[in-house]
Antibody
Framework: QVQLVESGGGVVQPGRSLRLSCAAS????????MHWVRQAPGKGLEWVTI????????YYADSVKGRFTISRDKSKNTLYLQMNSLRAEDTAVYFC?????????????????WGQGTLVTVSS | DIVMTQTPLSLSVTPGQPASISCKSS???????????LYWYLQKPGQSPQLLIY???NRFSGVPDRFSGSGSGTDFTLKISRVEAEDVGIYYC?????????FGQGTRLEIK
């Protein structure tokens, strides 16, 4: 069965860095575009970033552009989110999500599986 | 960016009664390919979001038929024909016609 398991969250001081991981299993990881979506405590869903199935295309929300980097490792079936220069407003649960359809990057994709999320708290 | 506006922001419904949530987008979600890229998700308490409806009106695998979606262009509706206790949570509409993907603010459904 499809599983997405995030890890790497924790408490970090403003200005510091953190790397999140999302371990994928139960499907052909290299066939799917992947996203990160976050949710601040008690708030709604905010899209963060996308990486195409082949890793060639990436796009970021303005709120994280220049600070966050998405990547993937096909050999490890793992998605990453490198977060630098963290701010208090980055405090959130970070979800990785698989996008359908397969081998697709563009309009009209949607999430059929989500991880359980990992909490990032940025605080001094 | 496309702004998604949901109403109401909260609902309290008696089991067995219907419920309806509206979602309006700031731009048309009708793509040149003829599809409309509007989706509905439910986030149950303490869980990740789960897909209910894709492309306006198609129920995702395993979603009960009491859930239905309708609409076109910029105006969309999610209806629950008979609310059950397990339907509690926050409902989000989402658009993916263009990046960045954006979500509505969410509608919290409670049971009376």
């Amino acid at each position: 069965q499809v599983q997405l398991v995030e890890s790497g969250g924790g408490v970090v001081q403003p200005g510091r860095s953190l790397r999140l991981s999302c371990a994928a299993s139960g499907f052909t990881f290299s066939s799917y575009t992947m996203h990160w979506v976050r949710q601040a405590p008690g708030k709604g869903l905010e899209w963060v970033t996308i990486i195409s199935f082949d890793g060639r295309n990436k796009y970021y929300a303005d709120s994280v552009k220049g600070r966050f980097t998405i990547s993937r490792d096909k050999s490890k079936n793992t998605l990453y989110l490198q977060m630098n220069s963290l701010r208090a407003e980055d405090t959130a649960v970070y979800f990785c999500a698989r996008a359908r359809p397969e081998y697709y990057y563009g309009s009209g994709s949607y999430y059929d599986y989500w991880g359980q999320g990992t909490l990032v708290t940025v605080s001094s | 960016d496309i702004v998604m506006t949901q109403t109401p922001l909260s609902l309290s419904v008696t089991p067995g009664q219907p419920a309806s949530i509206s979602c309006k987008s700031s731009q048309s979600l009708l793509h040149s390919d003829g599809k409309t890229y509007l989706y509905w998700y439910l986030q149950k308490p303490g869980q990740s979001p789960q897909l209910l409806i894709y492309e306006v009106s198609n129920r995702f695998s395993g979603v009960p038929d009491r859930f239905s979606g309708s609409g076109s262009g910029t105006d969309f509706t999610l209806k629950i024909s008979r609310v059950e206790a397990e339907d509690v949570g926050i409902y989000y509409c989402m658009q993916s016609i263009q990046l960045p993907i954006t979500f509505g603010q969410g509608t919290r459904l409670e049971i009376k």
